[in-house]
Structure formats: structure tokens, C-alpha cells
């Protein structure tokens, strides 16, 4: 019987000949993530079970980015960046990409592929949730906590229950110019409901994934989280190819569904039949069209993060944002040091990026993970009160982006750019037709 | 952790559905250490913090978990409603309420990283209910978890509900956390 991909890596990787959902695996791992948050505590336990002098189990395989709590005077928030700088010293990490060196990345699921560490057919694990970001390059990639990443830390191994694959075909061989891949991932989410992929794996494919952009297909993989499931995954193509090569010498070896594998579900969209959509608060899922919402009042507008701060998000946010003036305050936190130099050198009509959203007002932060989860009360762009916030990122629980007061809607950096012009929730449909001749 | 076969008993602390990983330890406080047994105390005293008042300690509402001046809680089975745990993979979340002094969670369906981080960090037992009882049990109930019997035991309303086995994690929830059974299966060496 053929297998999913999912299920492939997990048996390639457990010596299996082939495996079944249900069934439990001890898989070999190919790199492990870890972040200034949950690293310390990693380390903590990993020391405590393996003893002080412990060496991790391979250090090329080892990888910290600090990325959450990064320009804060928070005490103890440094001085759980200091644990990991002891820490990488200590075990001579080849990775860890400091911060306040010339190393120091940003957010660790941009981080991540940009290093080269994406790589189709292996497997990933992080101390992160979004660490799912990855399978958009054919990867398996998943989150686990503390205590998961120190047995890794000392191991190399770690046991996973097959997951069963849910489908999601795509058909329509172009992006309509107005839609975004954030839109089509809440609208599935607003689907199939923010526990409707529990344990399973949500696998993209179908023309219309073929058509779209390594990075698109990262904010689709990203949000997998926000529908339960373990893990998402693109199958790898030429972009992929392309992406990866350019980024890592590793060898890797790509692996793809069987057309007669077992799916638990699948599901058809056609792009050209979607719009502009809107998570409403307090949940991912509690979807609405752009439309629908249009005029609620907002306080602020954030373009940032795993899922909408990379390059593309901004150059969609900077073409609706050039040469209008903001009526609420909006911020900009490229994901990525990357990304955020790369605002300086992508250009719109002759304009750098970063100059476009200087010019109209808005406010700009360093590269890390800054508002997206709240974090210490000096983090740039945290919600301290009632606001209304309207945002590229991917969660909007009570208090994610700060005081449990604030309301945060999710959207596209289209429609997210479209409601800073006018101050209220906007479908960019508007803006899109008259910058497209 | 307590055992697989082992009676847990005591009061119930209700909440609804989506209890999601910011709401039980919101993301300000995840920078006190879970090593120092002084700083470690706070997870306990901001436990479950992030959830709305009005939702908190169902269904009466602005009930705090852990009191203002307090690092432990009075109630030690925690009830919820669908996909308890969801979001962030911090394993801080069911750390903070196994500090805070929760043993069990009861709820019909889990988030997995949360379920996974509960049971191989040996911190809270998750028994997967057959009904949502976040709409049955009042917080303050007192309860009795009979895991054999695969039965709740509501001595305060004289009722009872079914819960499902623990499956292939029973090994693991045992043995104490993913250590403790790699130690006994040989997989690693012996402290
Ligand atoms: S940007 Fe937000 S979602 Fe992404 S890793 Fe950072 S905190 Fe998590």
C-alpha cells in the first residue's frame, strides 16, 4: 500500500519499511531547534538527566536562535540569552547565531530555511510550535516542548505517533492579484475549525501550490498549528529545489506522496474562488471575509512575524501603503535581519521598501519576534491596554499580543495595509484594482 | 505525576473550550527559571492567569486559580472543554500547573503538543472525557479519578462520567516522563 509523505520520512527515519497511522515510531532526528525561551529550560533538563558534563549528540545538529525576547530590559530575559551564549560555548555550536553579533537572525522559523536548514525529506524538530513552518519544503517538522528537546539534546531520537494526512487540493494555476496565501490558510482554519487537524498531518498540493512562492507556501504550513495539526507539508518541486540548494552544500533526499496512499480526509479549493479573509477575535478560526467586517474601528496595525513578515508580506503591504497617508498607528518587524535588509534594497516604483513605510509614518522595529506574543511589558508594539489591533500574525487568543483586554483580528499584509490607510477593517480588493494597470 | 492506576482526588477547577497554552502561562512570565525552586514558584502563582475573569473558574466566573498572595492552588483537578492546550508548544503551561499543585486535567479532546509535554515531562495526568464536562461540573466540586474503572466520580452531585484509557502513553505516564521509561527500557543509562 503507498504511503504519504509524512509517512515515508517517519519510516525512513525509524528503519521501518513502511509505517501506519496509530502506530508509535522512534525516529532519528536531523536537526533540532531551539529558541531563547524554551532553550534554557532544554538545557536545564537536558544537564539534570545527562549530567553537568554532557555533550549533545551531534553539535552540527544543534541549532539556537534567539528570537522572542531580544530588545527588552527584562533581567531575566537576558539572562536566559546569556544561558544559551554559555551553553553554544560550552558544547562549540557551530549554530547559534547570537544576539548582538553579526550572526544574529531573527525569528527562528524565517531563520531557519534562509541557513539552509529546510531540507525536503528530513526531519525537524523545534522547541516552538510554529516550527510546522518548515514542511513547506518537504520536510517533517513539528514542535515539542522542553523535555522532548532535552532527550533529543542527549539522543538524537525521539518518539512520534503516525499521524494520519489530511488533503487539501488546490486548483486554479495563479494567485488572483488580490489574494494571499494567509487568506486560503483562514479560511481553512475557519473550516475545518482550530481542532479540525488535531494529531494529523495537513498536506498542500494541487496546481495552485505548485503556482505559488516558497514563501507563500510557508505561511500556509505555518498556521497548521492553528487547526491542531502536527505537522503541514508541500510536496518538493523545482522552487523547492531551487530555495534549499541555494542556501546549504548538504546532501538531501526528497520524498513524495504515492497515488495510492491513504488520506483520513480531503478538500478542494479553487483559488480563484476566494477572498480576502479575517480572523475575528479571540480565535483563529472565528473566520469572517474582509468584506463583511468592513468599517470596525481599529487602534493599530502590525505587519510582522513567522507567517507575515517576510519579504513578499512587506512588498504587498508597501504596495498599498505607498503614497497614502495611515490613519492608525502601524508597525513594521521584519522577521528576519534578511528581511530586513533586504527592505532596504527591494525597491517599489525606484523606492526602497523601508522608505516607503517611513515616509508614511509607520513605526519600525528590529527583526525578532517582538509583539507577536505579548512578551515583557518594554516589547515593541505589545498591546498594553483596549486596543484593537488588526494583524499578519497567526494567533489571536485572549492577551497573545499582550493585555488580555486588547482584541487582535488576523488578515492578510494586504488587507492589514488596506485597513491602516483608512483606519477600519478595509477588503484591499479596492486598493489592489488601482495600483494594477 | 501521579500513576496510571493511582485514585486522584480532590476539587474540581472549571473552564471552557480552546484554553490555549497564553492563557494558562501568559508569554510576559516565561522568563522566571524553572530550575531556581525560588523563581520557579512564580509559574505556580501566574497559573492559568490569562484567562479571562469572567471565565475562570467556571461557571460562577472570577475565581483565580491560584490566589493574589498564593503559589499554590486549593484545586487540584482541572476540567475543560475541547482542545485544552492548544497553541504554543511552551511545555512551561502544564509545568506551571503541576507547580501550581493540579495532578489531572480532564477535558474531551486535547491539543497534542500540550498532551505530549504533559505526559513525557510527567507534570499533570490529561484523561480524555467521553462528554465535555466543563458544562456538568461546577469548580469546587469535589472529584475522584478512578483510572481503572476509567470513571469521574462527582461526590459532590452523586454522579458519574466515563473517561477513555490512556493508550500507548500509559508506559510513559507510569514510568514517571520520557526518562524514566527510556531508562527502564534500556534506552539510556541509569543515573
Ligand atoms: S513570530 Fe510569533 S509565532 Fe512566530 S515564532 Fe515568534 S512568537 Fe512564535
Do not use: A, Y
Given at each position: 500500500m503507498g504511503m504519504t509523505l509524512t509517512e515515508k520520512i517517519l519510516a525512513n527515519h525509524s528503519g521501518a519499511s513502511s509505517v501506519e497511522p496509530g502506530e508509535s515510531v522512534w525516529v532519528d532526528v536531523d536537526v533540532l531547534m531551539t529558541h531563547d525561551v524554551c532553550g534554557p529550560p532544554s538545557i536545564g533538563i537536558f544537564q539534570n538527566q545527562f549530567g553537568e558534563d554532557a555533550r549533545v549528540w551531534d553539535k552540527e545538529k544543534l541549532v539556537i536562535i534567539p528570537d522572542h525576547y531580544i530588545f527588552t530590559k527584562d533581567k531575566y530575559a537576558n539572562r536566559n540569552v546569556d544561558i544559551l551564549r554559555a551553553f553554544a560555548a560550552d558544547q562549540d555550536l557551530p549554530y547559534f547565531y547570537d544576539v548582538g553579533s553579526e550572526d544574529y537572525k531573527g525569528v527562528c522559523h524565517i531563520a531557519l530555511p534562509e541557513e539552509g536548514?529546510?531540507?525536503?525529506?528530513e526531519v525537524l524538530f523545534g522547541t516552538d510550535s510554529h516550527t510546522c513552518t518548515a514542511g513547506a519544503f518537504g520536510q517533517f517538522a513539528t514542535g515539542i516542548g522542553n523535555t522532548d528537546a532535552a532527550f533529543i539534546m542527549g539522543t538524537g531520537q525521539l518518539w512520534v505517533k503516525v499521524p494520519e494526512t489530511m488533503r487539501f487540493e488546490f486548483e486554479g494555476t495563479s494567485m488572483p492579484p488580490y489574494l494571499m496565501a494567509k487568506d486560503i490558510i483562514l479560511k481553512i482554519i475557519g473550516d475545518i475549525g482550530v481542532d479540525g487537524a488535531t494529531y494529523r498531518t495537513m498536506e498542500f498540493g494541487g496546481p495552485g501550490i505548485s503556482a505559488m512562492s516558497m514563501e507563500d507556501r510557508m505561511t500556509l504550513t505555518n498556521m497548521v498549528i492553528e487547526a491542531g495539526g502536527k505537522n503541514g507539508v508541500v510536496e518538493p518541486d523545482a522552487k523547492t529545489e531551487a530555495y534549499v540548494r541555494e542556501r546549504t552544500d548538504k546532501d538531501f533526499d526528497p520524498v513524495y506522496s504515492d497515488p495510492d496512499a491513504t488520506y483520513h480526509s480531503k478538500y478542494r479549493y479553487n483559488l480563484e474562488d476566494m477572498v480576502p479573509m479575517v480572523a475575528k477575535p479571540h480565535s483563529p478560526d472565528n473566520k469572517a471575509t474582509a468584506l463583511e467586517l468592513e468599517g470596525t474601528d481599529l487602534d493599530r496595525a502590525y505587519i510582522g512575524s513567522c507567517t507575515g513578515g517576510k519579504l513578499s508580506d512587506f512588498e504587498a503591504a508597501a504596495e498599498i501603503i505607498a503614497g497614502n497617508d495611515l490613519k492608525i498607528d502601524t508597525y513594521i518587524v521584519p522577521a528576519t535581519t534578511e528581511i530586513a535588509r533586504g527592505l532596504e534594497t527591494h525597491t517599489l516604483n525606484g523606492k526602497p521598501l523601508m522608505q516607503i513605510f517611513r515616509e508614511a509614518g509607520c513605526k519600525i522595529g528590529q527583526a525578532s519576534c517582538a509583539a507577536c506574543l505579548g512578551g515583557p511589558s518594554d516589547t515593541f508594539g505589545r498591546l498594553n491596554n483596549q486596543e484593537v489591533c488588526i494583524s499578519t500574525t497567526n494567533r489571536n487568543y485572549p492577551g497573545r499580543m499582550g493585555s488580555k483586554e486588547s482584541q487582535v483580528y488576523l488578515a492578510s499584509p494586504y488587507t492589514v495595509a488596506a485597513s491602516a490607510v483608512t483606519g477600519k477593517i478595509t477588503d484591499p480588493r479596492v486598493f489592489i484594482q488601482q495600483t494594477v494597470i | 505525576m501521579a500513576k496510571q492506576d493511582q485514585i486522584i482526588s480532590g476539587k474540581a477547577f472549571v473552564l471552557g473550550k480552546n484554553i490555549d497554552t497564553d492563557q494558562i502561562i501568559p508569554a510576559e512570565h516565561l522568563v522566571y527559571s524553572l530550575d531556581d525552586p525560588e523563581e520557579r514558584k512564580f509559574y505556580g502563582r501566574y497559573s492559568l492567569s490569562g484567562v479571562p475573569d469572567a471565565e475562570?473558574?467556571?461557571?460562577?466566573?472570577?475565581?483565580?486559580?491560584?490566589?493574589?498572595?498564593?503559589?499554590?492552588?486549593?484545586?487540584n483537578i482541572i476540567v475543560g472543554g475541547p482542545n485544552f492546550g492548544c497553541g504554543s508548544s511552551r511545555e512551561h503551561a502544564p509545568a506551571s500547573l503541576d507547580i501550581a499543585g493540579v495532578q489531572a486535567i480532564i477535558a474531551p479532546t486535547f491539543a497534542r503538543i500540550f498532551y505530549r509535554n504533559s505526559v513525557d515531562g510527567g507534570f499533570v495526568v490529561p484523561y480524555e472525557s467521553l462528554e465535555d464536562l466543563s458544562k456538568e461540573v461546577h469548580t469546587g466540586d469535589e472529584l475522584e479519578i478512578h483510572p481503572e474503572e476509567r470513571v469521574v466520580k462527582n461526590i459532590t452531585q452523586d454522579k458519574e462520567y466515563e473517561i477513555r484509557p490512556l493508550g500507548s502513553v500509559a508506559d510513559i505516564v507510569n514510568a514517571g516522563g520520557i526518562f524514566e521509561f527510556a531508562r527502564k527500557e534500556g534506552m539510556i543509562p541509569c543515573q
Open positions: 536548514f529546510t531540507r525536503p525529506g | 475562570s473558574g467556571l461557571p460562577q466566573g472570577n475565581i483565580p486559580l491560584v490566589e493574589e498572595d498564593k503559589f499554590e492552588s486549593e484545586f
